[in-house]
Nanobody, 127 residues
Framework: QVQLVESGGGLVQAGGSLRLSCAAS????????MGWFRQALGKEREFVAA????????YYAASVSGRFTISRDNARNTVSLQMNSLKPEDTAVYYC????????????????????WGQGTQVTVSS
């Protein structure tokens, strides 16, 4: 089992950058595929980015591809989301999520695939 805690959210102007971090407890973090999702007010939770357990494979939503970068440090039990060229439509609560995958290299884009979720961190982009 793993517990996830996000940090790094805040208020930024359009065109700016933020880096979100997600700290995971537990000793088996390297056995988890990780993902970032976001939920804007009044909208459904949507996929942002995913990374395989080793970090060797990543995948992004079309809306953030080329602007956001997901990475992980298994030695420090953290997964990060570097967000550049932020737009007002990126405003949302951002959640990190984890799914135990054993020794596979899979990653997942659907929220229902993930077993563990953080509490979320607010990102607000002003125009």
């Amino acid at each position: 089992q793993v517990q996830l805690v996000e940090s790094g959210g805040g208020l930024v102007q359009a065109g700016g950058s933020l880096r979100l971090s997600c700290a995971a407890s537990g000793r088996t973090f390297s056995g988890y595929a990780m993902g970032w999702f976001r939920q804007a007010l009044g909208k459904e939770r949507e996929f942002v980015a995913a990374i395989s357990r080793s970090g060797g494979s990543t995948y992004y939503a079309a809306s953030v591809s080329g602007r956001f970068t997901i990475s992980r440090d298994n030695a420090r039990n953290t997964v990060s989301l570097q967000m550049n060229s932020l737009k007002p439509e990126d405003t949302a609560v951002y959640y990190c999520a984890g799914k135990e995958v054993g020794r596979t290299t899979y990653y997942y884009t659907g929220p229902y695939a993930y077993e563990y979720w953080g509490q979320g961190t607010q990102v607000t982009v002003s125009s």
